[in-house]
């Protein structure tokens, strides 16, 4: 590379990093403990605690979950009924004051399947603010996007990063530390060790971050394309005033989609169907599978299933990125692992700043020249 290139690769790496630092540096100190939620929220007593399930006893039906979701909420309508692979005992209903009531105003709360009884909320205490912060600023669709454009600028940073490397440091061994040097040439042999050593998860947190950012744009575009195709015939039909068992609803589904279970069941009128389907979506058995979920479409008159689909590659991409991006795809070795990968790019963003500010308070200060005396 000749020197013109080099000093314009390092102006787009010094500006991309500069630009996002502040936002990096929200992102890496709020997905740290995100990192450990589960183990936080058990700790500070708002993760819901199962009831074992009784061989002799059996377990509820969806219909009596239902039942007892809505005497828990009175004047409330359910939207969602999900199932967590990490808690097979729970079911977790998703309340609201209207079927198509904003998100935001949804009230989760865990079941047992035991007894159908309350087992507590879902969504409270610190984690949700932190989680609130990592993913929108509490801005919404905006921040989301806005978070996304600073992602952006971090996997610019990154691969600017690399590209100058190689010319800064071919004349050093791997890892060189040079600590008879200044101060400044240390940090800056530090973040570049750890910029390098932390680079392929650098480039899959950030990159899958970006995703997750666009999550609420792709459902946009699916409901308007593939949902919307599959729901034409019952275009204009009201919400069915007499909805089907969800007992027979969920059994049909899993018919439809052998070898699979149901993830969670979306009811009439809500943003993931049509006003008069159910969509039950279900997911594999397998670590991978179980991220990769299928729709399928059922009346919610008479719960026949009217249609199954795959789900188009871009939202694919989206559910594969979420537990990548929180590390959800192993247990607590993998969590620690990539709380150490935090720390160290929380070092490498510091260490950058560091060196910024240093090299600026080394440039020289022009002379001024001022009447009656000499330059």
């Not at 989760?108 to 929108?136: C, E, Q, R, W, Y």
């Not at 068992?245 to 049909?252: F, G, I, R, T, Y």
Request: glycine share 10%; charged share 15%; aromatic share 10%.
């Amino acid at each position: 590379m000749t020197a013109g290139t080099i000093r314009v690769i390092r102006l787009v790496h010094q500006w991309s990093s500069l630009i996002s630092t502040v936002f990096l540096l929200l992102l890496c100190l709020t997905g740290l403990p995100l990192i450990f939620h589960h183990e936080i929220d058990e700790w500070l007593g708002y993760a819901p605690q199962a009831m074992p399930v009784l061989e002799r006893g059996g377990k509820a039906t969806v219909n009596e979950i239902a039942r007892a979701a809505l005497a828990h909420a009175p004047g409330k309508v359910l939207q969602y009924l999900a199932w967590d692979r990490d808690a097979p005992g729970l079911v977790i209903a998703y309340t609201n004051h209207a079927v198509d009531g904003p998100p935001d105003d949804a009230v989760l709360t865990a079941f047992n399947i035991a007894d159908t009884s309350a087992a507590g909320p879902v969504g409270i205490g610190p984690m949700l603010i932190l989680l609130k912060l990592h993913t929108d600023m509490y801005g919404g669709l905006a921040g989301k996007l806005f978070l996304g454009g600073m992602g952006l600028l971090f996997l610019i940073a990154i691969v600017s990063g690399v590209v100058l490397y190689w010319p800064f440091t071919r004349r050093l061994e791997f890892g060189s530390l040079r600590r008879s040097a200044s101060r400044r040439l240390l940090w800056l042999d530090w973040h570049n060790l750890i910029g390098i050593t932390t680079l392929v998860w650098a480039l899959v947190v950030g990159g899958t971050g970006v995703v997750n950012t666009w999550a609420e744009l792709m459902l946009m575009r699916w409901q308007a394309t593939e949902l919307a195709a599959m729901v034409a015939p019952y275009a204009g039909m009201p919400r069915p005033s007499q909805l089907a068992s969800l007992d027979q609803v969920v059994a049909n589904a899993s018919a439809a989609a052998p070898g699979m279970e149901i993830a969670f069941l979306a009811f009439p009128g809500t943003p993931f169907t049509s006003s008069h389907h159910f969509a039950a979506f279900m997911r594999g058995d397998q670590p991978l599978t179980s991220r990769l979920l299928k729709p399928v479409l059922l009346d919610g008159v008479t719960g026949e299933v009217t249609g199954t689909a795959e789900l188009p590659f871009y939202l694919k991409a989206l559910f594969v990125s979420q537990p990548l991006h929180f590390g959800d795809y192993a247990g607590l070795p993998l969590k620690i692992i990539l709380a150490a990968l935090d720390l160290f790019t929380i070092v490498a963003i510091g260490s950058g700043l560091y060196l910024w500010i240093a090299r600026t308070r080394r440039r020289p200060q022009r002379a001024v020249i001022t009447p009656g005396r000499r330059a």
